[in-house]
């Protein structure tokens, strides 16, 4: 049965809050290993150029959805107080009317802006097609907002996952039978949004429903303009790909980088993305006590990077080799440019929990000066050095713009919240690069076929996971006995097997037991 938030104990905000991650990682485990092999599928339908035709009508239809939804949504869910009816129907009556300018006008102004993306007349048609999407996402964004408030990001995980798995299916059957190209993408993304509506609104009972209320409108952009600003700073980053890499290098260009990232969203950065949902509620739950922000912080790095640096380590080392192969050769950049682009993900490890941590305490001047200096650091490298060094340029400019962004981020959460150690990143590390120069070796030796890319997988992983539990066994088993709890109520002898593991992983540390010897002595 679905709970209001105004319904929940301290105990079940912190139950959902488990549940809510531990479903990223389970659920999500599958649905991206699927829009992986989907992405795949659609890379030999594709040509980089219609790939990056739709990446630059995608990122319009983004553009405009930050500036009609984002603030207002995320406005309400960060607000401290409960949120009632009249807040949604208001809520939804604003975002209407920007939604409808948005369409509007990008239905008029659409041939300047194919124009614009050097598209021509090419671009004109899917753009006003994408825009009309915007429609959905307004209407997604309600019970979205009711589902973080109540802290079931388990069902938000399941609408993730009927989007993909919709998105995928449609785009490679049009593609593949009636060889629709681009507008194969473009009626997927309409029928994933349309199935994700009808989801979203089923599971929260959420009315549709409009209604104005000026108190409310007041109290909604008070905290929505300040909060929209630091969304269309962060939004100005991802431009780098269709406007500053377009103009330099083209519409193929734009279509390698956009499918490398695809790569690596489909593998890393979704679920990375959903857990800094997760964050940003926890930390918004928590943002009077700071203590508790800088306890929830360690975690959350420790967390980020033992589940994500082995998987990004493995991605850099096979790429190259590996994609040309399952892409076919028109995509063959794609591999080498995933590789410099690892170093980024690398970092948005630690940023990614940073920038949830800079808005859930309220510090929006600077979340929105590190997208900025993130964003001119990007655009002034593509600008400069992509001429020679082609897309690699793009790889260094996201490293540089993330890196520094974080520095100016991390300063100011930790002075704030007094410190929250980064050292809960050495374990995972060391651990990761242990592994990593296994998988050096592996592959250097062995020839890269299915059989040994498993027996590959399967080697490093095992010694990644050994390490770990032998640097950081207790903290391992704080996280088994955590998602033992969060699957409880259903698997209860799974529960109790689990519980038996994390035990056992805790006397595995020896990390923790030679620093506790001297106290017991």
């Known amino acids: ?83 009632d009816g009249q807040d949604l129907r208001t809520a939804l009556l604003m975002q209407q009317i920007l939604v409808l300018t948005s369409v509007i006008s990008v239905v008029i102004l659409s041939p300047t802006i194919s124009r614009a993306f050097g598209l021509g007349d090419a671009g004109v048609w899917p753009l006003r097609v994408m825009i009309c999407v915007l429609l959905l996402l307004s209407l997604k964004s309600i019970p979205n907002i009711m589902l973080q408030r109540a802290l079931r990001h388990d069902l938000i995980a399941v609408s993730e996952i009927l989007e993909y798995l919709t998105y995928a299916i449609v785009a490679v059957s049009l593609a593949y039978f009636l060889d629709m190209d681009i507008w194969a993408l473009v009626i997927a993304i309409i029928a994933r949004q349309s199935v994700s509506v009808i989801f979203l609104y089923f599971v929260s009972h959420q009315p549709l429903a409009i209604g104005l209320s000026r108190d409310r409108v007041n109290s909604i952009l008070k905290v929505a303009i300040p909060l929209q600003a630091s969304i269309l700073m962060d939004l100005s980053i991802r431009s780098v790909v269709p406007i500053f890499i377009g103009q330099q290098l083209g519409v193929a260009a734009v279509g390698i980088a956009a499918m490398s990232v695809t790569i690596l969203d489909s593998l890393l950065l979704q679920p990375l993305t959903l857990l800094a949902s997760v964050q940003f509620r926890v930390l918004a739950q928590a943002q009077d006590n700071l203590a508790r922000v800088r306890q929830i912080l360690g975690q959350c790095y420790f967390m980020g990077a033992a589940l994500f640096l082995p998987a990004l380590i493995f991605v850099a080392i096979i790429g190259p080799t590996a994609l040309p192969v399952l892409l076919s050769q028109k995509w063959a950049a794609t591999g080498e440019l995933i590789q410099w682009l690892a170093l980024a993900v690398a970092i948005q490890l630690i940023s990614s929990p940073i920038a949830q941590a800079v808005k859930a305490v309220g510090l929006l001047r600077i979340a929105f000066i590190g997208s900025a200096v993130n ?52 374990p995972p590390l060391i651990s990761a690069l242990v592994a990593g120069t296994a998988w050096l070796v592996w592959y250097h030796f062995i020839p890269l076929s299915v059989l040994g890319l498993v027996g590959g997988m399967i080697f490093g992983g095992t010694l990644y996971a050994l390490i770990l539990v032998f640097l950081a066994g207790t903290e391992v088993s704080k996280y088994v006995t955590w998602a033992a709890d969060a699957t409880l109520l259903r698997h209860r002898t799974l529960h109790a097997n689990t519980i038996y593991v994390a035990q056992r992983l805790k006397d595995l540390d020896l990390v923790h037991r030679l620093r506790s010897t001297p106290k017991d002595s």
């Open 1 to 83: 049965m679905f709970m209001h938030e105004n319904d929940l104990t301290k105990q079940e905000i912190k139950d959902r809050a488990s549940r809510g991650a531990l479903s990223i990682f389970t659920r999500h485990a599958v649905v991206r290993g699927l829009a992986f092999l989907g992405t795949l599928v659609l890379a030999r339908l594709v040509s980089p150029e219609s790939f990056g035709l739709f990446a630059i009508c995608q990122f319009t239809l983004t553009l405009a959805s930050a500036l009609c939804i984002g603030g207002i949504g995320s406005a309400l869910v960060r607000r401290k107080e409960v949120v």
């Open 375 to 426: 964003f001119v650091l990007q655009a002034t490298i593509v600008l400069t050095l992509s001429e020679k060094l082609g897309l690699s340029a793009f790889a260094l400019a996201v490293a540089v713009g993330e890196g520094t962004a974080t520095i100016i981020r991390l300063s100011h959460v930790h002075s704030v919240a007094h410190g929250a150690s980064l050292l809960s990143i050495v």
